[in-house]
């Protein structure tokens, strides 16, 4: 009797999402414990990386339940439900975050967050169409749905917005950091290009280019992003405590 050879490479590319997840929610942490210091656009960053926890704790469970057997197409619908779901979440908050770091206006930030909400119904709705996924092609390593081509368009309408406000702020924050003292740095510009990185990989990862072995390795640069946002938050933390001693000195 032949026996199936187990999928060690689907459980490889497992530990390497349940890294991400495990990764993002240690940084989310990090930002709650700051939670009452925290301004409302950075508010919306830590939501933005709650959102992205939960979306590669769900990408674990697909690949822990194909291993054991549960690779139905029903079960891979639902799943694939919660990723998307949880990815348009992270848009609606990236909105947010744009809107604040941007106009500095709550009401505006609302306005433009209204439209990674109708992006996130118009893409779950094609998703809920007939034809709106299919299973995708199961490798040695992956087992990873692929959504319709309307669902994809879009994602990556919504994803290229986001991707060119991003940018926009970062020229905005650079044109405003010229005449600024000395030793300061525009450390939103940062957390917007941590932002960029990560909305990239995203597009990538979301358009199946990759998939085998590949995939996997291409996964871990997204610990990457979070340990560059981890890094530019306590160095901004340092340097506005040395500021304040400073300051208490003379």
């Given at each position: 009797m032949e026996t199936t050879p187990f999928p060690l490479g689907i459980l490889i590319n497992a530990f390497v999402t349940s890294v991400v997840s495990a990764t993002a929610f240690?940084?989310?942490l990090f930002l709650t414990r700051r939670w009452r210091q925290l301004s409302p656009a950075m508010r919306s960053y830590a939501v933005f990386w709650l959102a992205t926890s939960v979306l590669?704790?769900?990408?674990t469970i697909r690949y822990l339940l194909v291993i054991?057997?549960?690779?139905?197409?029903?079960?891979?619908?639902?799943?694939?439900?919660?990723?998307?779901?949880?990815?348009?979440?992270?848009?609606?908050?990236?909105?947010?975050?744009?809107g604040m770091q941007l106009f500095n206006s709550i009401r505006k930030a609302?306005?433009?967050?209204?439209?990674?909400?109708?992006a996130m119904v118009a893409g779950l709705?094609?998703?809920?169409?007939?034809?709106?996924?299919?299973?995708?092609?199961?490798?040695?390593?992956?087992?990873?749905p692929v959504p319709s081509i309307r669902f994809l368009a879009i994602f990556g309408s919504s994803a290229s917005l986001a991707m060119l406000l991003l940018i926009r702020h970062i020229f905005i924050t650079l044109k405003a950091w010229r005449g600024q003292p000395i030793g300061?740095?525009?450390y939103a510009l940062l957390y917007s290009l941590s932002l960029i990185i990560y909305v990239t990989l995203g597009v990538i990862d979301q358009m199946?280019?990759?998939i085998d072995w590949p995939l996997v390795i291409f996964r871990?640069?997204?610990?990457?992003?979070?340990?560059?946002?981890?890094l530019v938050l306590t160095t901004e933390e340092e340097q506005r405590q040395n500021y304040l001693q400073q300051k208490t000195v003379s």
């Open positions: 240690a940084f989310v590669w704790a769900a990408v054991f057997g549960y690779a139905g197409q029903q079960f891979h619908f639902v799943n694939e439900f919660m990723v998307e779901t949880a990815v348009f979440s992270s848009g609606v908050a990236l909105y947010f975050y744009l609302l306005a433009l967050t209204s439209l990674g909400l109708l709705w094609q998703f809920l169409l007939p034809g709106g996924f299919h299973p995708g092609i199961v490798t040695a390593f992956t087992a990873d300061t740095f525009p199946k280019i990759l871990i640069l997204y610990t990457a992003v979070f340990l560059f946002a981890y």
